[in-house]
């Protein structure tokens, strides 16, 4: 049995490490803060972050005397993206986990410590049903941008991924099997986004407004799963969508991220 399986299987097995995972949801946090969140002793907490950091289900990074901790989100390992997916989709509604996530907004609020603020900008996609244009931009940013940005899709209707959309973005090299689809709402007042680029008409009407956008972009394409026809031509719609959106953000990347397209 593969090692990194029985690793993740490991962590996944306290109830205390998955509330560590909720908490670091979406956002970055300290070990002090996570230790005044769950209310556990600071070696206890201590444990439990080398066990998850030791399954590549978390990051850390150090500035000065401070550890900070975020998700493995953007991981090279499909398993640990496909198993962050499944937590996120299950847990959101627990109890515990519900208290936790108030605390963590009081405990942020209130931290006498120096606030972890996130190491590269993020960049939300929206579209409507997150199955094709969105997923494909996600792809295409952390593929093109040389880790400048931390890539994020969403719909205001999600459904699951278009099967073209696996087929035309392994041509050009990118597996996207580790994505899922996501409702906005997820993120919504929970994540802060430093741009959020719309890439269809009816998302761009209709986006609830996100607090502390630095930017908002649209980049309105048609969608390619309303073609019809041969599978032939519906692949070449799926490909015309894809290289545009690279095209996009090739220019918008070397415009430094600052000008509309």
Request: net charge neutral.
């Amino acid at each position: 049995m593969k090692t990194e399986v029985v690793s993740i299987g490991k962590a996944l097995g306290d109830a205390s490490r998955l509330r560590i995972l909720m908490c670091l949801e979406g956002t970055t946090l300290c070990q002090c803060q996570l230790t005044e969140i769950l209310g556990l002793a600071p070696s206890t907490v201590s444990q439990h972050v080398n066990v998850l950091l030791d399954a590549g289900l978390m990051e850390s990074r150090k500035e000065g005397r401070w550890h900070y901790y975020s998700w493995a989100a953007h991981s090279d390992s499909r398993c640990v993206r496909e198993v962050l997916a499944w937590i996120r989709a299950h847990a959101a509604d627990d109890p515990q986990v519900k208290a936790d996530a108030a605390k963590r907004a009081v405990v942020m609020l209130n931290s006498d410590i120096p606030c972890p603020v996130p190491s590269k900008t993020r960049v939300l996609f929206l579209c409507t049903g997150n199955s094709c244009r969105s997923q494909m931009a996600e792809a295409l940013l952390r593929s093109c941008s040389g880790g400048r940005f931390e890539a994020y899709s969403a719909g205001l209707d999600p459904h699951p991924v278009h099967e073209l959309t696996y087929e035309v973005m392994a041509e050009i090299g990118i597996d996207i099997r580790g994505q899922v689809p996501t409702d906005v709402m997820e993120y919504l007042g929970r994540v802060h986004f430093g741009y959020l680029i719309t890439v269809c008409a009816n998302a761009d009407n209709r986006c609830p407004i996100f607090p502390g956008i630095t930017e908002r972009l649209n980049w309105a394409l048609p969608d390619p799963a309303a073609v019809t026809g041969t599978k032939e031509e519906r692949l070449q719609a799926f490909r015309q969508t894809r290289d545009e959106l690279q095209r996009r953000i090739t220019r918008w990347l070397s415009d430094e991220g600052t000008q509309n397209i």
